[in-house]
């Protein structure tokens, strides 16, 4: 997960929004120090580091866009830089956007691109039938974001008088819509716990969410996570968990598992390969 399932979204994330290389390895020590902050489960002294190491990211992007400036080929970098010279952001919201974006588009294709993996290195038969049509690795994402939303749930509040499930709810309740349960709720999905290439609607899934609130980055998400398979496939002659559970990261928000051991055997490594 480490080496290969958080590194390379920081890295994509990065060269988007136009930051320097040599800064990728802290982007991603703040974006998991966002991600504990709001964990749930993180103790106050160590709810108390991620909230300062979040604000000296904030920081550091705020002096990205002060050095960027709004004429320059900077990529996201230099819009948001546009947006605050031109008054439409102010320099703070600009680098809390900037901490949004870094976050949420390292950590979802982080938890995708392992619960992928999780799946394939499960499967042989899954494995053998990507490997002779790569063409449906892209199937394979959607039920792999499907099955284990990179985030649990998200809060919403109700604008007007309404009832769920029989409960009436006022305008102003909060509530948490949790996409593991859509995503898997069997009136919507046959066989929902199973990964399944041929659903109809292979997008039907919450897990980028909906409407206004639909993720900026989940082309970019499924993209990365696709080219990352095929690589991994294209690499190798077999995989397979390696005999150890996989490990997830402690938090109420976010899915994400923090080891996934694997064996791999190397495609030239097959009997009568040369």
Not at 95 to 116: D, H, K
Request: proline share 6%.
């Amino acid at each position: 997960m480490t080496t290969v399932a958080h590194r390379v979204p920081v890295q994509v994330i990065g060269e988007l929004i136009g930051l320097p290389r040599k800064d990728h390895q802290r982007l991603a020590a703040w974006s998991d120090a966002a991600i504990d902050l709001v964990s749930g489960v993180a103790s106050p002294e160590r709810a108390g580091r991620a909230a300062l190491a979040v604000l000296e990211f904030a920081g550091y992007l705020g002096e990205c866009l002060d050095q960027a400036g709004p004429d320059a080929d900077a990529g996201v970098l230099g819009s948001v830089a546009a947006a605050v010279a031109a008054g439409t952001l102010t320099r703070d919201q600009g680098a809390m956007l900037l901490v949004q974006l870094v976050t949420a588009g390292a950590e979802s294709t982080t938890s995708l691109l392992g619960t992928a993996v999780r799946l394939l290195a499960d499967d042989p038969q899954l494995q053998a039938t990507l490997r002779a049509e790569p063409d449906r690795i892209g199937a394979l994402v959607e039920e792999a974001v499907r099955i284990e939303s990179p985030f649990r749930g998200h809060f919403r509040v109700t604008t007007a008088p309404t009832r769920l499930a029989g409960v009436r709810l006022e305008p102003g309740a909060r509530l948490m819509l949790m996409w593991g349960a859509s995503n898997r709720d069997p009136r919507i999905f046959d066989r929902p716990d199973q990964v399944d290439l041929d659903r109809v609607q292979p997008k039907l899934h919450h897990s980028f969410g909906r409407g206004i609130h639909f993720c900026l980055g989940a082309h970019l998400a499924r993209k990365e996570t696709t080219q990352a398979v095929r690589a991994l496939l294209a690499a190798t002659a077999t995989i397979s968990l390696d005999g150890t559970e996989p490990v997830y990261v402690p938090n109420l928000m976010v899915r994400r598992l923090a080891h996934l051991h694997l064996s791999l055997t190397p495609v030239d490594s097959r009997p009568g390969s040369s």
